[in-house]
Nanobody, 123 residues
Framework: QVQLVESGGRLVQPGSSLSISCTAS????????MGWFRQVPGKDREFLVT????????NYAESVRGRFTISRDNSKNTVYLQMNNLQPEDTGIYSC????????????????WGQGTQVTVSS
């Protein structure tokens, strides 16, 4: 059974940095492209970033490019999201997802999802 478990979400002040992680089990992690998405009540799930398992290529949404960085440690079956200069509009539930595709930038391209971790940016 595939499981993706996110952790590290919390309340932070604007301008702060935060790193969240997602650990996978039940799949061959090194053969999956990993992505991060954000969900805000009343809005569609938003793609943030993806990192290909094949060539390591990263693709970022415009809203987070230059502030967020994805990384992965295949030896730990874990993907990370480093978030800098967080702003109130970054508040949401952050979920990781795994795709068997070489590159995936839409939610429908991902087969496995975590439950998410809440990130709140507020003073």
């Amino acid at each position: 059974q595939v499981q993706l478990v996110e952790s590290g979400g919390r309340l932070v002040q604007p301008g702060s940095s935060l790193s969240i992680s997602c650990t996978a089990s039940g799949l061959r992690f090194n053969l999956y492209t990993m992505g991060w998405f954000r969900q805000v009540p009343g809005k569609d799930r938003e793609f943030l970033v993806t990192k290909s398992y094949r060539d390591g290529r990263e693709n970022y949404a415009e809203s987070v490019r230059g502030r967020f960085t994805i990384s992965r440690d295949n030896s730990k079956n874990t993907v990370y999201l480093q978030m800098n200069n967080l702003q109130p509009e970054d508040t949401g539930i952050y979920s990781c997802a795994a795709s068997g595709r070489r590159r995936a930038m839409s939610s429908y391209e991902y087969e496995h999802w975590g439950q998410g971790t809440q990130v709140t940016v507020s003073s």
